[in-house]
């Protein structure tokens, strides 16, 4: 009887907690200076992105990157329309996904290639002891994958360390 009546308190108290952590849409208005992405037929099937440099109700002047000439738009031209919360980067997933490639790839190769140790003077006054080094192919997987994970991770890293754009919905003021 208490499971079920804990049972029955736990499905209750689920949805409201996750409608507590849900995440508003912002939507923004465009104004002069805000760096937005547009979609629009003058534009082709890209996206441009350029800064917005004066907004009226009829025409959005838009500037292209280090350009100075402004193109100017229809507002009723313009299918969609984004602007830039500003950047972000990756690293933690590309650490995540460079970690676990590189332990693959480096267990893999390191069974595959490993040889047996060859013992050059048996008769000699050391014999055949291998002082490094792994003595199996699974210990060689091991080692292997270890030091791929490690080179992986850090070449993650540094290919999520590149910024991207966070982009959200926006919307024209009429004036």
């Not at 029955?8 to 002069?32: F, G, M, N, R, Y």
């Not at 500037?63 to 009723?76: E, K, P």
């Amino acid at each position: 009887m208490r499971f079920t009546s804990t049972l029955c308190a736990i499905a209750l108290i689920a949805p409201v907690a996750a409608i507590s952590q849900t995440v508003p849409t912002t939507e923004s208005h465009v104004d002069a200076g805000s760096r937005v992405r547009i979609a629009a037929p003058v534009f082709g099937t890209e996206r441009k992105v350029g800064t917005v440099v004066s907004v009226t109700s009829d025409t959005l002047v838009l500037r292209h990157g280090a350009s100075l000439a402004g193109q100017s738009v229809a507002t009723s031209d313009i299918t969609a329309i984004e602007i830039s919360t500003g950047t972000h980067s990756r690293k933690a997933k590309g650490a995540l996904w460079g970690t676990l490639l590189g332990a693959g790839t480096g267990a893999v190769l390191g069974y595959a290639l490993y040889k047996e140790p060859k013992c050059n003077n048996p008769d000699g006054f050391f014999g055949c002891i291998v002082f490094l080094g792994p003595t199996s192919a699974g210990e060689n997987a091991v080692w292997s994958g270890v030091g791929g994970a490690i080179i992986g991770g850090i070449a993650g890293t540094l290919f999520g360390m590149r910024r991207a754009d966070t982009w959200v919905p926006g919307t024209l003021s009429a004036r």
